[in-house]
């Protein structure tokens, strides 16, 4: 490695940062080297929030070239969810170029091993930590998140979700030993003694497919996993949120080279309005491994038809809280109302269907029927986002138009228990700002369960009434069963309720939040401690992130010859 | 568990063997705690040579009652390749009443962890290692394996195979702790704090696929891996070698009772001549994973078709040595030899093509031709088979009239170096014994490459005249590209010819031996240190053991509360 950044002094800045986070998915003890507060940035190197900001402005309009072989045109025209045209220009490639280009740097890639591939990849999450500030806005300018949400979770949250990757292909890799010595005893005749080589090798080059809501924390699990077991990747972000996996994929080249290694390891894949080029790139012989965030629909024809490479899809669900009976009724009123705002419901973990027995729960506050409990909730909403700078914080923008229309048609399913809102947002008056909406349903009519039985992306929940606890666990089954869950959350003071609830996710592999009443939600999870997802249900086929997220990304050779 | 075998009894008995397992696939050194001589046997309750003879002897002829639910019928009709009717019963299962009945018993076997789990198929192992003798004539007489053979593959070997799967999913289980305490700062608040416990869930039923050459050392490794991580386990055999693996479902039976689980949570499932029950099986929706072993048709098949489930398939595959210069000529022929003869060639790891220098090769003994080396490798293998004795103990017997066919038309495919001659066995008459043909064969003619470039399952092997060095590493590579290898073999004392084998078998993700000229062959593999297959060339996609072979047969599910 004749290169700016050896491997001595990458290990040397990077080890200490692994090992701990190697003990951190061991333990699931929080965990995080990320700073999560904007203050903290600004020292070693680190932009701070006005630094941040420019590096940002100074992006705009301009054109991103990152250098890429095949660049054939120049793609662009994202417009922020909060109105500004980014004017961002990116190389549109032409594949039969850049593949093989990419394929060029891999076997020293691979050479490298295990331990230098991670330390690389840290030191790609450090620079774009180091950027966190600028990130947050290209994240809030394309995913529509509030500025605080974005640098948070697009931030310091995206990189522990990477890091946490890294750790996890570093430790399955490093589970076969380089190289044994095997020795077998044979009687009285000499043993029989063999070398062995056990080396780590890439399935060749992998394919992140990004989304629009959360590109760099949906996105670096399966970059990082892809790049630390040896393969190239190629970034193919949402069109409306290039900007992020941009800078990502900047960042990236830039380490890779400093490093010795070659730039093309990691490249953009941007395209043209219409071009639908994630089809094309996805049943390439060369793509061997594909990670996708989003719809269904399109995650069930990657599964379907990529079938020359490993594919991992976390795609719709339906996620559910049971709200059976209470033991902090304001608790479960304040946490579940902020559940149902943060980012307008536009999350994958948001609860949408809300199952309430008809004839009311018992709370620390005495009985409440299923009117009562709907209309508190109502006004525990109410409460949080009446103050429209707070609701903006909270809210962000609605990312889409398609969003917008579900959110509109929402209100006709039902009886609305809480209508949505226009907040108008001062600093960007084009942002598209709606509080969500709280419409009745009622379980047992086949009208309203084709509403609740099927996602309704955005801030739109379903108070749906249920016969019994029993009816509700029972609900809760079919729905994980047939649309999948990326969350399920219950409130519950009742054991036997509780040991039901927890048998379901057990039988349906779903992840269970249990009477979260204070200052965490069923919609968030950390890494190094949380799985995001089970891989177990039709909402998603990986765990963000187990040992089966990284083991089949690589294969392990055998050479061995007689001692 | 109130039971005859207790938790605290299985943990005393069997957690030192696990323990040394997990040691030994860390380190790769040579380990096996199942003796491989058979006069090992006969002390501590395991049955010697008479007796495992006996006990085979006196299950023939008779029904295998596993007392399974929903048996509506009786099927049979197992013909040895040593020519005797088995005349052994099994019970024809109504699938919608067994595979509900496998599904009771799976929560007591979830809940009971990991490690129970682990010491109830590692109880089972030792059961079945008891009955070694009997096992290695049930395998014998299936597969057309010699005894001795038979013995060591179809016995320690397989049962090593098993305990290795187990060690494996038990590692991958443990990973995640039980329960963590997370706690995260907030500054000047107090911190968030929450106790989450991690439970590893199975998916369902898994369905494992016998194939009839190697019923329980192709077969443990699903087998156990899928008990192990908490699934319920359906065997649906080779009608032509149900025995060993009937056996080993009333082993397991037996042992699962004992320790207090439901016996239905292992079944097997005989079927009628031309059933063809593996569709039926492999697309219900309660089988979540498939081991198949096979057709390359039929693992296609499943691939496609049974997408409910998780499918690992070993396929056929065109396994070549390439003969590029030799340090120990008579060690390599001698070596070769071996391994073209063991069992008939009927193995999936045996070498069909050798691509030999059409200019000849350097040796310790000087420069040889082609020719010569071909008539030395016929000669080496005419010497080894030369005494009817030995010859009935290497090769065994051909197992079926299709390999008997393709042995016989393969003469007709080009100039023949070596003809296969019939040996008989004064035993048993009635058995096929052959011995290999080697058919030399051109690289450069398109009509040859339709014969080298097929898999031809037996004991055939085509002596592949090449241009140059370069040549063979090209043609090597076209061969694992386009249809897999399980096994690659190199001679060669150059070192650039060395490296660029190694390279394709790194960017082809294949196995390598390198100059076996010993007691070691290309197409044996050690459990706990050889990897069986890569899991990443179109021969297979798994090997045996690692990480991602376990890692996905089951999820964790976490509960999080408040702490």
Known sequence: MAAELTAHDLIAKHRPTLDQALEAIRTRAYWSPHPEHPKAYGADGSLDAAAGKAAFDAVLGTRLDLGQPGTDDWVGGETSPYGIELGVEYPHADIDELLPAMKAGQRAWRDAGAEIRAMVCLEILKR???????????????????????????????????????????????????????????????????????????????????????????????????????????????????????????????????????????????????????????????????????????????????????????????????????????????????????????????????????????????????????????????????????????????????????????????????????????????????????????????????????????????AVAVDSAADAVELLRRTIREKGAMTVGAYTTDEEVERAVQEVCFEEAAQLSLNLTGGVYVNQTAAFSDFHGSGGNPAANAALTDGAFVANRFRVVEVRREA
Chains 1, 2 share one sequence.
């Open 128 to 462: 774009i930590g180091d950027r966190t500030h600028e990130f947050a806005h290209a994240v809030m300018h394309t995913s529509g998140q509030a500025f605080m949400m974005a640098f948070q979770a697009g931030g310091p949250h995206a990189q522990d979700r990477g890091l946490e990757a890294v750790a996890y292909a570093y430790v399955e890799q490093v589970r076969t030993p380089d190289t044994a010595e095997w020795t077998k005893p044979q009687g009285k005749r000499d043993p029989l003694a063999l070398t062995k080589q056990f080396t780590p090798v890439p399935r060749g080059i992998a394919l992140m497919i990004g989304c629009n809501t959360f590109p760099t924390w949906n996105g670096y699990p399966g970059l990082f996993a892809s790049l630390a077991t040896g393969n190239a990747v190629l970034v193919k972000p949402h069109p409306r949120a290039v900007l992020p996996l941009a800078l990502t994929v900047a960042v990236a080249r830039e380490v890779l080279a400093g490093a010795g290694f070659d730039p093309n390891l990691v490249a953009l894949a941007a395209e043209r309005p219409g071009e639908g080029i994630a089809k094309t790139l996805a049943t390439r012989p060369e793509i061997r491994i594909i990670d996708y965030t989003g719809s269904t629909a399109f995650g069930d024809w990657l599964e379907t038809n990529a079938r020359q490479a490993q594919v991992y899809t976390e795609k719709a669900g339906v996620n559910t809280v049971l709200v059976e009976s209470a033991g902090d009724y304001r608790g479960m009123l304040s946490n579940l109302a902020f559940s149902l705002s943060l980012y307008s419901g536009q999350m994958c973990t948001t609860p949408q269907n809300l199952l309430i027995p008809r004839d009311g729960i018992r709370t620390d506050e005495g009985p409440k029927t299923y009117d009562e409990v709907v209309a508190d909730l109502a006004r525990a909403v109410d409460g949080l986002l009446g103050d429209d700078a707070r609701a903006n914080g909270l809210l962000g923008a609605i990312v889409n138009p398609d969003v917008k229309a579900r959110l509109e048609a929402a209100a006709g399913l039902g009886e609305v228990a809480l209508a949505s809102r226009e907040v108008s947002n001062p600093e960007f008056p084009a942002a598209v700002v709606r509080t969500p909406v709280i419409v009745k349903l009622d379980g047992a009519k086949p009208d309203d369960e084709a509403a609740y039985m099927s996602e309704c992306f955005g801030p739109v929940s379903f």
